[in-house]
């Protein structure tokens, strides 16, 4: 048994201590889970995303969807003055209405995390990062782990890792599963306490539904704090039906173990209404335990600046004009 698989911190309790003590017992673990009826999931995704909410519980509804957001930038030309702007608009969403919430994190790549964090000082906004040799993966392990040290190092309290698709999909399990638990190792700080770790799955890469389910698995048994979809950098990102699958996933850890994990949505929600469906999905399947940035997040930039306008047209009955909201 690796040092690292007895460790992992998900593998206690619920009778799931011994699933990572070698790869033919992980392999026995995740191929006995149920199979995913696929035409039943879509058809129950389909339908909660039918199911409207009421105008009184709407103006909730929004203010809790931007509360949840990870207010995002990833790109190669991002700078410190786009960092910063990203940051105020955070703090303030709505310049014109104080009593706009805050979003819950802002995320960026490891280099920028020290001016993110100076930016936010003062508020409770998380600074998340990107680690592990993001979105690709494909790095060698010490490289992963130096990624997230230096994330965590200057301040991070999140790091979003991605897994090695390969390696899951080649059926190289207690590969990813000790990649995981050395990356959680890697979030710890001097102090002993821990940045929280979100692990990307990339499900639009997972071909399968029953993929999906095996690394949602994988990675609580592993330690992950939050479970996500996507990087937002392929063409298939967040849908209804997978996020679905990985909302029951964590409901049925928490059954079997009593640990509570979060889902992270990420790439392609950008309206409120989206964001609705996804709520609606949230509160069906697990309830207002998770209804709370604490466990469920939305991995977006875009998505902001549509609720804001949803938000003033609730306020004034009408929608703003375009410059209402800044440009990303």
């Given at each position: 048994m690796s040092t690292v698989a007895a460790n992992a911190p998900g593998a206690a309790g619920g009778g799931l201590q011994d699933v990572a003590a070698s790869e033919?017992?992980?392999?026995?673990?995740?191929?006995?889970l149920p199979g995913v009826d696929a035409v039943g999931l879509e058809a129950r995704a389909a339908t909660l995303g039918t199911r409207s909410i009421k105008t009184t519980a709407k103006a909730y509804a929004i203010d809790l969807a931007i509360s949840m957001i990870d207010l995002t930038t990833l790109e190669g030309?991002?700078?410190?003055?786009?960092v910063r702007a990203l940051c105020t608009k955070g703090r303030n969403p709505d310049p014109t209405d104080p009593t706009a919430p805050r979003v819950a994190a802002i995320c960026v790549y490891p280099d920028m995390v020290a001016t993110a964090k100076a930016a936010l000082a003062g508020t409770d906004i998380q600074v998340a990062s990107v680690a592990t040799a993001f979105p690709a993966g494909r790095a060698a392990l010490p490289v992963k782990l130096a990624d997230t040290a230096d994330a965590v190092a200057a301040g991070a309290n999140?790091?979003?890792?991605?897994?090695?698709?390969?390696?899951?999909?080649?059926?190289?399990?207690?590969?990813?599963?000790?990649?995981i638990t050395a990356v959680k190792q890697a979030c710890k700080r001097a102090d002993g306490t821990s940045a929280h770790l979100k692990v990307i799955f990339e499900t639009g890469e997972l071909q399968t539904y029953d993929n999906v389910?095996?690394?949602?698995?994988?990675a609580m048994l592993a330690g992950a704090d939050f479970i996500k979809t996507s990087t937002g950098k392929v063409a298939v990102n967040a849908t209804p039906p997978v996020t679905l699958l990985m909302l029951e996933a964590v409901r049925d850890f928490k059954q079997q173990t009593g640990i509570q994990i979060g889902v992270k949505p990420a790439g392609g929600i950008k309206t409120t209404k989206d964001a609705m469906k996804y709520l609606v999905m949230v509160n069906e399947t697990l309830g207002d335990d998770w209804l709370s940035p604490h466990w469920f997040r939305f991995g977006a930039s875009s998505l902001l600046n549509d609720l804001l306008m949803q938000r003033q047209k609730l306020t004034t009955g009408r929608y703003s004009g375009p410059d209402y909201v800044t440009v990303d």
């Open positions: 033919a017992s992980l392999r026995r673990f995740l191929h006995g030309a991002d700078t410190f003055g786009k999140e790091i979003d890792m991605v897994i090695d698709r390969g390696a899951f999909l080649s059926g190289r399990y207690l590969d990813v599963f000790n990649e389910r095996r690394a949602s698995w994988l």
